[in-house]
């Protein structure tokens, strides 16, 4: 079982940054993958980014490629969202996911754990 806890969500002007943490409960959490998705009012949940168990891999959904990075520190349990030249379309609820593979995965329903997400608004 993973509890996945984000933070770092918040109100930003269009062209600012945030960066998006999410802390994973357990010993395991270098065994899983992990992901970023997020969803805008009467929108389906999409992918953001995701990253291999290691690290080693990530992908990028191309509305974002550029601008945001996902890293992950073993270490302490904790994925992150850098997001840089934040547009007002990037304005959603973004969550964090994983799933217990070693292998970038970018379906969402492939991932087992989700946390309860935290909000990005960004103004224009």
């Known amino acids: 079982q993973v509890q996945l806890v984000e933070s770092g969500g918040g109100l930003v002007q269009a062209g600012g940054s945030l960066r998006l943490s999410c802390a994973a409960s357990?010993?395991?959490?270098?065994?899983?993958?992990m992901g970023w998705f997020r969803q805008a009012p009467g929108k389906e949940r999409e992918i953001v980014a995701a990253?291999?168990?290691?690290?080693?891999?990530?992908y990028y959904a191309d509305s974002v490629k550029g601008r945001f990075t996902i890293s992950r520190d073993n270490a302490k349990n904790t994925v992150y969202l850098q997001m840089n030249s934040l547009k007002p379309e990037d304005t959603a609820v973004y969550y964090c996911?994983?799933?217990?593979?070693?292998?970038?995965?970018?379906?969402?329903?492939?991932?087992?754990?989700w946390g309860q997400g935290t909000q990005v608004t960004v103004s224009s």
């Open positions: 996911a994983a799933v217990l593979t070693i292998v970038v995965v970018t379906t969402t329903q492939e991932y087992d754990y």
């Open positions: 990253i291999s168990s290691s690290g080693g891999s990530t």
């Open positions: 357990g010993r395991t959490f270098s065994s899983y993958a």
